[in-house]
């Protein structure tokens, strides 16, 4: 069964940084986009950033434009989230995703259908 694994989320201090990384299990997720999302406690799961399917082409929410770079390395099939100037804010379940659709990227959830177990973000003023 294909899978998605995060980690490296843990507990920070604010304006620490994080790196958090997504192993695939299959090689063929090299030809899908990449999408971090995350989820606080209440509220509903957001964007954060997405990669295409080479690299070439991210997006970024506006609250992380600035302080979060996406990434991916396809010979190893695992995708990053390099996190800096962490905020109190930025304290989630953070996920990573697979596109449905080869070849497309978006910040759209609903183009996503496959999903890590997620890794847990907090950061502490």
């Known amino acids: 069964q294909v899978q998605l694994v995060e980690s490296g989320g843990g507990f920070v201090q604010t304006k620490d940084s994080l790196r958090l990384s997504c192993a695939a299990s299959e090689r063929t997720f090299s030809a899908y986009g990449m999408g971090w999302f995350r989820q606080a406690p209440g509220k509903e799961r957001e964007a954060v950033a997405a990669i295409s399917w080479n690299g070439e082409i991210t997006y970024y929410a506006d609250s992380v434009k600035g302080r979060f770079t996406i990434s991916r390395d396809s010979a190893r099939d695992t995708t990053y989230l390099q996190m800096s100037v962490l905020k109190p804010e930025d304290t989630a379940v953070y996920y990573c995703?697979?596109?449905?659709?080869?070849?497309?990227?978006?910040?759209?959830?609903?183009?996503?259908?496959?999903w890590g177990q997620g890794t847990q973000v907090t950061v502490s003023s």
């Open positions: 995703a697979a596109s449905q659709v080869p070849f497309y990227t978006s910040l759209d959830l609903n183009d996503y259908t496959r």
